[in-house]
């Protein structure tokens, strides 16, 4: 029974470029959310998603932030444009329910 | 406002101890709250959770206590061992599917 799976681990990319961050829940769960994580800090909620659709995105920058998970396939965290402060450990977790949430190995990214 | 904070950021034990993690919460609508161990470079792992209308609750090792009048929880880890060692979140959950983290405990077990 595999648990929740990133990829990529780790991500480097210089200012300016595009990141994608995927995720894969577990199986039989439903629901996705996405965290995020500055050194030496708690975990942020940033975006909460079910199957083609968005459920809160109350944590998400307002600008170059997107995320998704389609019908079919990983949910994908997408940054445009990163800036040095985007640098930082994502952490995606899945949820039969609401509840037990459990997390990935996370994706580390540093923007150069 | 509304948050989790947990009130020793640092915290040493000898192995074979009992180590005791405290934290404290704000919002008295929280109805669940959880415990992660996060080791470095890896994801949070689940320990523990409780809902509201309990006040303890025991698993391997560890035991949850929830304090709704001072709104504190604690992780009671018996008998530590050095795989132990590790930062530990206490997060929180009012009803809206989304949890809310502390800052976190760094555990350390002295050989």
């Known amino acids: 029974n595999a648990g929740v799976m990133q990829n990529p681990r780790h991500l480097v990319r210089r200012r300016g470029q595009e990141a994608r961050l995927r995720c894969s829940p577990m199986k039989g769960h439903s629901h996705v959310y996405w965290y995020r994580q500055l050194p030496e800090e708690g975990l942020k909620f940033m975006v909460y998603?079910?199957?083609?659709?968005?459920?809160?995105e109350s944590g998400m920058p307002k600008e170059r932030f997107s995320a998704e998970f389609p019908k079919e396939g990983p949910s994908i965290l997408r940054i445009q444009q990163v800036v040095r402060g985007d640098s930082a450990a994502y952490f995606c977790?899945?949820?039969?329910?609401?509840?037990?949430?459990?997390f990935g190995p996370g994706t580390r990214l540093t923007v150069t | 406002g509304e948050s989790v904070g947990l009130h020793l950021p640092t915290l040493s034990v000898q192995e074979g101890d009992n180590s005791i993690i405290n934290c404290a919460y704000s919002?008295?609508?929280?109805?669940?709250f959880i415990w992660y161990k996060q080791e470095s470079g890896k994801g949070p792992q689940f320990i523990i959770d409780?809902?509201?209308?309990?006040d303890k609750r025991q698993g391997q090792r560890v035991t949850v206590l929830l304090n709704k009048t001072v709104k504190h929880l604690s992780l009671q880890i018996a008998a530590t061992q050095p795989g132990d060692s590790a930062v530990y979140f206490c997060?929180?959950?009012?009803?809206?599917?989304?949890?809310?983290f502390g800052t976190g405990t760094r555990l350390t077990i002295i050989p």
């Open positions: 998603l079910q199957k083609e659709n968005i459920i809160d």
């Open positions: 977790a899945s949820s039969r329910t609401a509840y037990e949430q459990y």
């Open positions: 919002n008295s609508a929280s109805d669940y």
């Open positions: 997060a929180e959950n009012f009803g809206n599917e989304k949890l809310t």
């Open positions: 409780i809902r509201s209308n309990m």
